[in-house]
């Protein structure tokens, strides 16, 4: 993470990587989604929460299961979640040994509905947090939505309001309903491939969708290695562990306590230096 990514992920609470996949990654990705398709469940209506500005004519599809979809389906997905040009941002934000939380596919169709506005770090949760302490950024969870088509300016999709990971008051109801201050949030234009790294504490939502085609949003939900919001199932490892790589093994796993690297290498240097007197 560079410094100039440092800056903007601390004052906005959400950073766009830009070219995170290939295009043969995105093309095997929409190709796995085609495939499954019709496992595309769409919600009732069910997520504007009331809001005259976010309702819409048809719900948001969801899309799960898909690391355990047959091979080759399967693969991009289970690739994505330790993914050379992501992990670095995470190791960044969670530190190392960061675990998976959670994972799914966002659709949505031109009218679908947009996503009240939630979080925003009002009540504070110690699971969805942000900080800075010596000289570096934590978070509880942290997501990462690889978008796997276009999303132009204006087409809706995801939205935040940017800073709002750092606040302190209460959010008036009628902002988390997007009908009042609109010209506060952000709609995040990106391309196919491009990944929206956001802390989970960042007020955030979805726009209704404008776009004339299938919007498709991959989002993978981390914390850090001793959190568990969920335990993706049970503590038990899930059936296609065994055909994971060591890396992907790693994240997928049950919480539990690792030392801070940076701790023990202190310590080492401390004993190092009193040995050589
Ligand atoms: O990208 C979106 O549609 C919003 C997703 C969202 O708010 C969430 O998953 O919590």
Same mark, same amino acid.
């Given at each position: 993470?560079?410094?100039?990514?440092?800056?903007?992920?601390?004052?906005?609470?959400?950073?766009?990587?830009?070219?995170?996949?290939?295009?043969?990654?995105?093309?095997?990705?929409?190709?796995?989604?085609?495939?499954?398709?019709?496992?595309?469940?769409?919600?009732?209506?069910?997520?504007?929460?009331?809001?005259?500005?976010?309702?819409?004519?048809?719900?948001?599809?969801?899309?799960?299961?898909?690391?355990?979809? !047959?091979?080759?389906?399967?693969?991009?997905?289970?690739?994505?979640?330790?993914?050379?040009?992501?992990?670095?941002?995470?190791? !960044?934000?969670?530190?190392?040994?960061?675990?998976?939380?959670?994972?799914?596919?966002?659709?949505?169709?031109?009218?679908?509905?947009?996503?009240?506005?939630?979080?925003?770090?009002?009540?504070?949760?110690?699971?969805?947090?942000?900080?800075?302490?010596?000289?570096?950024?934590?978070?509880?969870?942290?997501?990462?939505?690889?978008?796997?088509?276009?999303?132009?300016?204006?087409?809706?999709?995801?939205?935040?309001?940017?800073?709002?990971?750092?606040?302190?008051?209460?959010?008036?109801?009628?902002?988390?309903?997007?009908?009042?201050?609109?010209?506060?949030?952000?709609?995040?234009?990106?391309?196919?491939?491009?990944?929206?790294?956001?802390?989970?504490?960042?007020?955030?939502?979805?726009?209704?969708?404008?776009?004339?085609?299938?919007?498709?949003?991959?989002?993978?939900?981390?914390?850090?290695?001793?959190?568990?919001?969920?335990?993706?199932?049970?503590?038990?490892?899930?059936?296609?562990?065994?055909?994971?790589? !060591?890396?992907?093994?790693?994240?997928?796993?049950?919480?539990?306590?690792?030392?801070?690297?940076?701790?023990?290498?202190?310590?080492?240097?401390?004993?190092?230096?009193?040995?050589?007197?």
């Amino acid at each position: 993470m560079t410094e100039t990514e440092k800056y903007l992920f601390d004052v906005h609470g959400y950073l766009v990587i830009k070219g995170a996949l290939s295009a043969e990654e995105v093309a095997a990705a929409n190709a796995a989604i085609d495939h499954h398709a019709a496992k595309i469940q769409i919600r009732p209506n069910d997520l504007a929460h009331g809001s005259k500005t976010l309702e819409g004519k048809t719900g948001r599809g969801d899309l799960g299961g898909i690391l355990t979809w !047959e091979k080759p389906h399967c693969e991009v997905f289970r690739q994505m979640v330790v993914h050379p040009n992501i992990t670095p941002y995470l190791e !960044e934000l969670l530190g190392p040994g960061f675990r998976l939380e959670g994972l799914g596919i966002i659709t949505m169709e031109k009218g679908a509905e947009g996503f009240w506005f939630h979080e925003g770090g009002t009540p504070y949760d110690r699971s969805r947090f942000y900080h800075y302490h010596n000289g570096r950024m934590y978070c509880g969870m942290t997501n990462v939505a690889v978008q796997l088509t276009d999303v132009g300016p204006g087409e809706g999709g995801f939205a935040c309001l940017p800073g709002s990971h750092k606040a302190n008051y209460a959010c008036p109801g009628e902002i988390r309903l997007y009908e009042a201050h609109q010209e506060c949030f952000a709609q995040i234009p990106a391309k196919a491939g491009d990944a929206i790294l956001f802390a989970e504490c960042l007020m955030h939502g979805a726009l209704p969708w404008e776009g004339k085609h299938q919007r498709r949003s991959v989002i993978n939900r981390y914390n850090s290695g001793v959190v568990a919001e969920g335990l993706m199932g049970t503590y038990t490892q899930p059936p296609f562990y065994a055909e994971l790589t !060591e890396a992907q093994q790693a994240v997928i796993s049950a919480p539990r306590y690792r030392h801070e690297f940076a701790k023990d290498e202190e310590v080492r240097t401390t004993i190092a230096a009193r040995a050589k007197g």
